[in-house]
């Protein structure tokens, strides 16, 4: 039976002033997958799961380059009980993304020094089991698969931060955070969608398909209100948001949640996510939860 759980900061030492970022364990039968790891208290409390669950090896999902998805991973690797680690390997994508930017003063070896330096934390990762999710789009493990963000959005998001000439941003958010990576988890006949910090137009056209959703950065209010918005009739769909963000506020704290089944991590102690949440007759609307 599949499990999905979602790591809070609340008891960590200095929670209301430190940016611990995000973490979420999907535990299935077979396989135990880490969806990004944003600091080294995070992968402790991973490796104390996996010591009391008796699991050998795990595989990871980098939704992005940003640290607080991915401070932890180090540690992880460390370990010696990552199998895999998959995410977006830009620098195999030089060429595309140089025939997008269209501007003659860029070469082949200017895009990978600037892709090195701008996703720093991914080119840590050099020397570890790493696979980039293009070129293996096959399932992380069964019921667990990555649906985006599509290569073209990912491929045109990447090359206007490259260029420099238009500002850093996509779809009202900044490159980097645009194009995180999602991950779809079955739940029995239930699905869940993972989003990191994506923007809403790079899942605009799925989000009905799942009945529980992560809210985008960290419950950021435009992209839940959008998705919100998209999913007005189903009201049987409830979310979680994961801000473990400290005193940087990650969205949350301005997020009315009323009308809608929301569990945060702001205010709770982890988060796990089962078939039986999707019980129709476990909730209720129109009150504000996860505070």
């Known amino acids: 039976m599949t499990e999905i759980l979602i790591l ?39 490796l104390t799961y996996m010591a009391k669950h008796n699991i050998s090896k795990a595989k990871i999902v980098l939704s992005h380059n940003d640290s607080d998805h991915f401070r932890g991973i180090q540690k992880l690797i460390e370990s010696g009980k990552i199998t895999t680690i998959k995410t977006t390997l ?17 070469t082949k070896e200017s ?27 096959e399932d992380v493990c069964p019921g667990v698969s990555i649906v985006g963000p599509d290569l073209e959005y990912m491929l045109d998001t990447v090359a206007k931060r490259l260029d420099g000439r238009e500002s850093n941003t996509q779809d009202g958010e900044t490159a980097v955070n645009a194009t995180s990576i999602q991950v779809s988890v079955d739940i029995n006949d239930n699905k869940m969608l993972l989003c990191g910090d994506c923007s809403f137009a790079a899942i605009e056209n799925i ?30 769909h409830f979310y979680v948001i994961s801000d473990n963000t400290g005193n940087s506020n990650g969205g949350s704290n301005d997020l009315n949640t009323k009308g809608h089944r929301v569990y945060n991590t702001k205010g709770n102690d982890n988060i796990k996510i089962s078939k039986d949440m999707f019980s129709s007759t476990s909730f209720t609307t129109e009150k504000t939860l996860g505070r």
């Open 111 to 137: 895009v990978s020094k600037q892709l090195l330096e701008l996703y720093g934390n991914i080119a840590k990762l050099s020397g570890a089991p790493i696979e980039d999710i293009y070129e293996h789009p």
């Open 207 to 236: 989000v009905r398909d799942y009945q529980c959703i992560q809210l985008p950065h960290h419950g950021k209010v435009k992209q839940a209100e959008l998705i919100w918005e998209k999913k007005w009739n189903q009201t049987s």
């Open 90 to 106: 830009l620098l195999k994508y030089k060429n595309q993304l140089l025939a997008r930017i269209d501007d003659k003063r860029k």
């Open 8 to 46: 809070s900061s609340k008891l960590y030492p200095d929670s209301d002033t430190t940016n611990y970022g995000d973490c979420i364990l999907i535990q299935t039968d077979s396989d135990l997958i880490i969806y990004d790891c944003g600091h080294e208290r995070h992968a402790e409390e991973v």
